[in-house]
């Protein structure tokens, strides 16, 4: 198989029904800014010392490759197929609970922080902003994406801000408060 298809040089793609769209198509903005996510997940988890956030974060990589599916899959039609593309509320729990686990490690939050610290604290910051924009861009579907793929990518913005402030606790970076 080669990397070049030809078939996106005329600005469109296809989704995963085979329906072709622009490239500047909302739905593949939005799975575009999660594929952003998850590469700069693999460049915070690139520069980690801690095995076991490694571990977590290969993890949210691979249900960032499941949203993104359903991103590209309007027609629901990988989903009965392929189950490990599809993200459910079971995936919004395990987040939280890695959120609530995390947070038992850390001081308590006073004031805003600025990001910075390690670099990787300030990749899960970037991380944490381009999922935000991944989560603007999910809501303004037309017609509207299946609400757990929302909150799951909502829980995951949250859990990134923890993992940086983690990350420089971890290694003793002061957080810079504004």
């Not at 593949?28 to 974060?57: K, M």
């Not at 959120?99 to 990001?115: G, K, M, N």
Request: aromatic residues 6%.
């Amino acid at each position: 198989m080669k990397i070049y298809t030809r078939t996106g040089d005329t600005g469109e793609t296809s989704l995963l029904d085979g329906t072709r769209v622009r490239k500047n198509d909302a739905r593949v903005d939005a799975y575009g800014a999660v594929d952003e996510l998850n590469a700069w997940l693999g460049l915070a988890r690139a520069s980690l010392l801690a095995p076991d956030l490694a571990d977590e974060i290969v993890h949210l990589q691979r249900d960032l490759f499941a949203v993104g599916a359903q991103l590209a899959d309007p027609a629901d039609t990988l989903a009965p197929r392929v189950t490990k593309a599809v993200i459910g509320d079971d995936d919004v729990a395990r987040v939280e609970q890695f959120i609530d686990r995390l947070e038992t490690e850390l001081p308590p939050l006073r004031t805003f922080t600025l990001a910075g610290g390690t670099p990787a604290s300030a990749a899960l910051h970037v991380a944490r902003t381009v999922c935000r924009r991944a989560e603007r861009r999910m809501v303004a579907l037309t017609p509207p994406i299946d609400a757990v793929l929302i909150r799951y990518v909502n829980r995951l913005s949250d859990l990134l801000f923890v993992l940086a402030r983690v990350v420089n606790h971890r290694a003793g970076a002061a957080e810079t408060e504004w």
